[in-house]
């Protein structure tokens, strides 16, 4: 089969090309390397089922595929707010040429979607049905209302156009292949203790999150593809929530040194609160993260010693 992967040498679009080539499947991964790196997927070229292609997911395409993972956008704050318009571009256009290429060559298109749907959410935990709290003018909306539009044209495409296709909701997700300035909060905190830097916790640390291991999120993202009882959308992540400042207390007990935690201003429309009901992902998937917060640093401050030469 040969499959799609936009985004591909980014952090999660990496280990899917990866996860793809070692079922024996064929491997085109398209990235116009805004946050995404060669040296991810350095290691993929010399496979002859692997190609890797720079193209900007805005401009159209055309090549032959069954299957198409749509990751291209960046996905850290700091990455998405550092050109906004472009960022809204990315997922829009994004969607719409990969969308008019599944229509055309009748593959079957998986969208990478987001928490970020339910904004500052009122509804705890978060199911599929709840509707979001976005502030559509924020400085977080241009990530958040171009992942909502995007939902909007692949379930249009697929009532008007009949295109075959999947929806998932990622919460944080993190591992091995961030990049160390990434600016997500466990590689900022992973990256701080190592050096030996403050831990800095934007507000009080009172806000959560769910944070779920790269492995167990790709395992449900290629199940989601393969079933074929919804096509979403479904949550997926990790459902043990934690405080930022939890978070860094970890992060502190498995980083000797002697970095302290400080307090810096909380962004505008910071979420406070967000953890997935995987309801459904257990129910058609028969998926459950399997990864705990602990293990999954431990799989991770390794790649941040190699990246930072410890
Ligand atoms: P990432 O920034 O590492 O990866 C994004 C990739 O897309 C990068 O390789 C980047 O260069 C590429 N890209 C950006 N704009 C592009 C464009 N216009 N054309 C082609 N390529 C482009 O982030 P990630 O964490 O791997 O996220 C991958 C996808 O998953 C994103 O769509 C993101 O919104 C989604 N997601 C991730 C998380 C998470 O916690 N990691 C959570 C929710 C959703
Ligand atoms: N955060 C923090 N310190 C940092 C980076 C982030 O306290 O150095 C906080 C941020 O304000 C947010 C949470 O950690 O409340 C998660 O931030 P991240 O950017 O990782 O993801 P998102 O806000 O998109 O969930």
């Given at each position: 089969?040969?499959?799609?992967?936009?985004?591909?040498?980014?952090?999660?679009?990496?280990?899917?090309?990866?996860?793809?080539?070692?079922?024996?499947?064929?491997?085109?991964?398209?990235?116009?390397?805004?946050?995404?790196?060669?040296?991810?997927?350095?290691?993929?070229?010399?496979?002859?089922?692997?190609?890797?292609?720079?193209?900007?997911?805005?401009?159209?395409?055309?090549?032959?595929?069954?299957?198409?993972?749509?990751?291209?956008?960046?996905?850290?704050?700091?990455?998405?707010?550092?050109?906004?318009?472009?960022?809204?571009?990315?997922?829009?256009?994004?969607?719409?040429?990969?969308?008019?290429?599944?229509?055309?060559?009748?593959?079957?298109?998986?969208?990478?979607?987001?928490?970020?749907?339910?904004?500052?959410?009122?509804?705890?935990?978060?199911?599929?049905?709840?509707?979001?709290?976005?502030?559509?003018?924020?400085?977080?909306?241009?990530?958040?209302?171009?992942?909502?539009?995007?939902?909007?044209?692949?379930?249009?495409?697929?009532?008007?156009?009949?295109?075959?296709?999947?929806?998932?909701?990622?919460?944080?997700?993190?591992?091995?292949?961030?990049?160390?300035?990434?600016?997500?909060v466990v590689s900022n905190f992973i990256v701080q203790a190592l050096q030996g830097e403050d831990l800095t916790i934007y507000g009080d640390?009172?806000?959560?999150?769910?944070?779920?291991?790269?492995?167990?999120l790709i395992e449900a993202m290629m199940r989601t593809m393969e079933q074929d009882q919804t096509v979403g959308p479904v949550n997926i992540?990790?459902?043990?929530?934690?405080?930022?400042?939890?978070?860094?207390?970890?992060?502190?007990?498995?980083?000797?040194?002697?970095?302290?935690?400080?307090?810096?201003?909380?962004?505008?429309?910071?979420?406070?609160?967000?953890?997935?009901?995987?309801?459904?992902?257990?129910?058609?998937?028969?998926?459950?993260?399997?990864?705990?917060?602990?293990?999954?640093?431990?799989?991770?401050?390794?790649?941040?010693?190699?990246?930072?030469?410890?």
């Amino acid at each position: 089969m040969a499959t799609l992967v936009t985004g591909g040498a980014g952090f999660l679009g990496s280990h899917l090309c990866e996860r793809l080539l070692a079922q024996g499947e064929e491997v085109l991964c398209m990235d116009n390397f805004f946050t995404g790196r060669r040296k991810n997927v350095a290691h993929l070229l010399d496979n002859p089922n692997f190609e890797l292609m720079r193209h900007d997911v805005v401009d159209p395409f055309k090549v032959e595929v069954e299957r198409i993972y749509n990751l291209a956008c960046p996905a850290s704050p700091v990455h998405y707010q550092f050109n906004p318009i472009k960022t809204v571009k990315t997922s829009v256009m994004g969607a719409i040429n990969c969308l008019g290429l599944a229509k055309r060559v009748g593959a079957r298109i998986l969208q990478a979607s987001t928490s970020e749907v339910y904004g500052d959410p009122e509804v705890h935990p978060q199911p599929e049905s709840y509707r979001g709290n976005v502030n559509p003018i924020g400085l977080r909306a241009c990530y958040d209302e171009g992942k909502r539009c995007a939902e909007t044209l692949f379930f249009d495409y697929h009532r008007e156009n009949a295109v075959d296709m999947r929806v998932v909701r990622i919460f944080n997700t993190y591992g091995p292949r961030m990049l160390p300035n990434d600016g997500r909060v466990v590689s900022n905190f992973i990256v701080q203790a190592l050096q030996g830097e403050d831990l800095t916790i934007y507000g009080d640390g009172s806000q959560t999150r769910s944070f779920c291991f790269v492995d167990d999120l790709i395992e449900a993202m290629m199940r989601t593809m393969e079933q074929d009882q919804t096509v979403g959308p479904v949550n997926i992540g990790n459902p043990v929530e934690f405080t930022i400042r939890e978070l860094a207390e970890q992060v502190l007990g498995k980083i000797e040194g002697s970095s302290t935690i400080v307090e810096q201003d909380l962004p505008s429309d910071d979420p406070m609160q967000r953890k997935p009901d995987i309801s459904l992902a257990r129910k058609v998937l028969g998926w459950s993260p399997k990864i705990e917060l602990s293990e999954g640093l431990d799989r991770t401050i390794p790649h941040f010693r190699q990246c930072l030469g410890l």
